[in-house]
C-alpha cells in the first residue's frame, strides 16, 4: 500500500469530465475484446479455483470485460475515473447476477495492497494518459501485481486515422519501439499487432496488444 507521500499526483481532470460526457451520451462497449478472450482462454481457463484469480481492470468503462471476467468466475475489481461508467459496470454485472469490486478512481490514486493482482488488464485506457505518466502508473501497477502475475494492455497505433479519436480526449498513437520502451518495467513476452479498417477500407486502426509479466 502506498502512503500519501509516495502517490503519484497525476490526475488529470480533464480526462474524467471527457469519458464522463462520453458515458452519459453513449453505450460504451457492451461486448470484450475478441484478443482478451484469447489472452484468459490461453493463460487462465486451465487454472483451478478461477475465485482466487484476483483481476484488475484498468479503466473498466461500461463493463464489458469485467463482465466476462466475472462470467469465467475470477475475481474481478474495476476501476475507472467516470461515475456514470462505473455505475453501467455495476448494473450490468448485477443483471447478470454477478459481483465484483467497482470504485471510481483516477490512475494517479491507485492504493491497492502489495501483491494483490494476478491479472492487470489495460483495455485501450492507458492510451488516453501521456505517456510520462503512464510510465509512473506502470510503476505503481508493478507494486499491486503479484511477482508472477501478468499485464495484458491493448493500445493504439502509430498510423492509426487520428479523426477516429477525436473528442476523446489526449492519445499518442505508439511506434512498436515506443511500446518496448513504455512497457519496460515488465518482462514483455509478445507485442501482437490488430489492423482493422472504418469507413469502407477508408481509414485504418492499428492497435498493439501486449502480453507482459511482472518481474519483480
Ligand atoms: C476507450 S475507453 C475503454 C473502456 C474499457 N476498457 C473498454 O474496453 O470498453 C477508456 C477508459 O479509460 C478510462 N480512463 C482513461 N484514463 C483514465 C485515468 N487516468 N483514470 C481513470 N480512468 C481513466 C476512461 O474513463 C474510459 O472509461
Known amino acids: 500500500m502506498l502512503n500519501n507521500s509516495k502517490k503519484n499526483h497525476l490526475k488529470d481532470t480533464n480526462i474524467s469530465k471527457i469519458w464522463e460526457t462520453i458515458y ?3 453505450s460504451w462497449g ?3 475484446s475478441e484478443e482478451l478472450v484469447r489472452f484468459i482462454a490461453r493463460n ?6 478461477h475465485a482466487n484469480i484476483k483481476f484488475l481492470d484498468l479503466g473498466c468503462g461500461g463493463g464489458s470485460s469485467s463482465l466476462f471476467l466475472s462470467q469465467e ?3 474481478v475489481h474495476g476501476i475507472d475515473s467516470s461515475k456514470t461508467a462505473v455505475k453501467k459496470t455495476k448494473l450490468l454485472l448485477k443483471k447478470h447476477n454477478l459481483s465484483g469490486k467497482f470504485q471510481v478512481m483516477d490512475f494517479s490514486e491507485l492504493n491497492f495492497l502489495d501483491n494483490t ?3 492487470i488488464i489495460d483495455i485501450c485506457s492507458l492510451q488516453h494518459n501521456k505517456p510520462t505518466e503512464i510510465a509512473k502508473i506502470l510503476h505503481l501497477l508493478k507494486i499491486f501485481l503479484k511477482p508472477d ?3 495484458f494492455s491493448i493500445i493504439v497505433g502509430k498510423g492509426t486515422k487520428s479523426e477516429l479519436f477525436m473528442n476523446k480526449g489526449f492519445i499518442h498513437y505508439y ?3 515506443e511500446i518496448k520502451k513504455l512497457y519496460k518495467q515488465f518482462k514483455i513476452i509478445s507485442i501482437e ?3 482493422r479498417t472504418e469507413n469502407n477500407c477508408k481509414d485504418t486502426i492499428y492497435h498493439w496488444v501486449v502480453h507482459c509479466e511482472n518481474k519483480k
Open 73 to 75: 468466475g475470477f475475481s
Open 44 to 49: 487462465f481457463y486451465e487454472k483451478k479455483n
Open 149 to 151: 502475475g501478468k499485464f
Open 24 to 26: 452519459q451520451k453513449n
Open 193 to 195: 499487432k490488430l489492423i
Open 30 to 32: 457492451r461486448y470484450p
Open 117 to 119: 493482482f494476478n491479472c
Open 175 to 177: 511506434t512498436k519501439n
